[in-house]
Each structure stands twice: as C-alpha cells, then as structure tokens.
C-alpha cells in the first residue's frame, strides 16, 4: 500500500520548481495555466521582494508545485492509496484525490492565503516547536500560560515534536514552563500569524463562506483529514474539516500512525523539503515498524530515480 504526503507551508525556497517546469509539459501546462493576479512562475523561480515568505503568495505556489508533482506521477503510472497533506498540504491532497480540480485548489489555496493573512493582523504572534514533552504536560503548561494570552498546541507532528501556537508573550510563558516541566529544547519558528489556533477564526468564518460557491467532486483517492487525524469517518463534508483544519491543531502523527495500521508502507513526499519524511521515520521508530519505505520528491531528479525504481512503481 501506498500514500502519497504533501508539504505544508514553510519548505518554499526560492528556484522550486524551475527544473520541473523546463524538463516536463505536464508541470508546465498547471504553471503557465493558472489563473492568479500575480506571476506564479516569477514569484516560485526568482522569488522577489521576498513574496514566498508571504501566506497569500506562498499558499497558492505550493499547492501549484504539488499539483505538476502530482501530474507527473500520475502519468508515469504512480498513484496513491491514500493521501495527505501538512496544513496547506491537504489542499494538495484533495487536489491529488479530484475533490478539487487543480485550478479550483490553486484559487482556493490563494484565498486561504489571503484569509489568513487578514486574521493575522494586528497580532503580536509566536510559535515554538518543543521537543521531548509529552502532550499533558504541555497541555497543562498551555493552561497556565494563557493567562497571558491565545496559545495551544497547533501541530501534533510526530513521536517528541509538539508545535505551540497563539499570541506571543503567551507562547513565550508556554515555552518555560515547558522546559521547566522537562522539555528538551524550544525552538521559535519564524511565521507570519498564528496558524491553527482560535485566532485563526476569522480565516475560518470567510473560508466557510467561499466554499459555498465551490465544487467538490466526489474523492477517487482516500484523503486523511488534519483535523481528524484520519479518513473522513464522522460524515462531515469536506468543506466543515476545511473550515476546521484551518483553526485548529493539525494531527499530523495521528494520521502517519493511521497509515501503518491501514497497512501503507511506501511513503512518497511531494516536496519541497523532507520534514514529513522526517515525522514518517520517528513515528515509524516509535511503533516499531521497519519494513516501509520513504523518499522525497522535489526535483527532476528526483522523479527519475523513482520511476527508475522498479519496486516503488510496481
């Protein structure tokens, strides 16, 4: 068996997808397609004034990157069992699985970027990944620090990396009681608002709204949903764990364990970045399994070497 992962935002650099968009058509056709009010190619290959670091930007180009990815593999006969995304990535995911055509996703992730940015105004905001703290002592830290303000735990990534969320002097309390209460390190991410948390509401108000005047086709491939944890068993639609995903916490290892248990052990990220091949391996170490695979596809590179590989494509 075998899923197919999407990166969420924070892996974008510079010059991704460049050799992609010159090596094959299919990636070429969803960038030179794409309906946005900015260049997608310009903003992804040469990146300037910094516009991958900003959502509304950033958002709509990684969803675009996935989706040529996604077309790519599609044509050369590698399809998923399951799929899922971090964050962002699920839109990715719903893209990969037809829930969304690849042009209703972009636009869609283009106004979540948009969304979201607009929630985040005006909010002093931090997150922090803390490592090594079990999830209740962290919770109860979260408790004693909101006092202060916003925070809770808004990424559940894998085996010993939690990522808090919410207004910053709150988060900065959260993050020493933490290390008081045996957490081994805190590192502060660099990021533009305070994502899946409850000041994400406004985001998920207009969200709601949106989707009301979007399509979604029926799923060709099973999705494993942020908010769950897992595949869509509580006879919600698609457009309510969207709505959700975008204001709480992300269950990401949730959703990796659920995969072994369903009997997945070839994992294939869509990049860029490795950081969910990363959370694959912990949690597959913390369950004790060693029989999977897992590899990371960002560049031309990289799909040649998959594809090359008899057993992956089999």
Known sequence: ??????????SQHTGMGQDLYEKYPE???IFDSASLDFDLKKACFENPDNMLLQTKYTQPCMVAFAAGVTRILKNRGI??????????GEYSALEASEVFDTDTAIKTAAFRGEAMTKAAEGIECGMTAVLGLEEKELLLCCEEAKKLGVVSICNY??????VIGGEKEAVDKCSSLALEHGAKKCIPLAVSGPFHTSLMSPAGNELSDYF??????????TVLFNFLGRENDQDMSVAEL???QVQSSVRMEASIRRLFDLGVREFIEVGPGKALSGFVKKTAKDMGISDYSCVSIETADDIENLTCNAQVVA
């Open 1 to 10: 068996m075998r899923a197919i992962l999407y990166a969420g935002q924070g």
């Open 27 to 29: 990636f070429r056709e």
């Open 79 to 88: 399809k998923a069992d399951y799929v899922c995304g971090l964050s962002l």
């Open 157 to 162: 990534n894998c085996p010993g990396q939690l």
């Open 212 to 221: 009301k005047n979007v399509t979604f086709n029926p799923m060709k491939t």
């Open 242 to 244: 969207l709505v959700y």
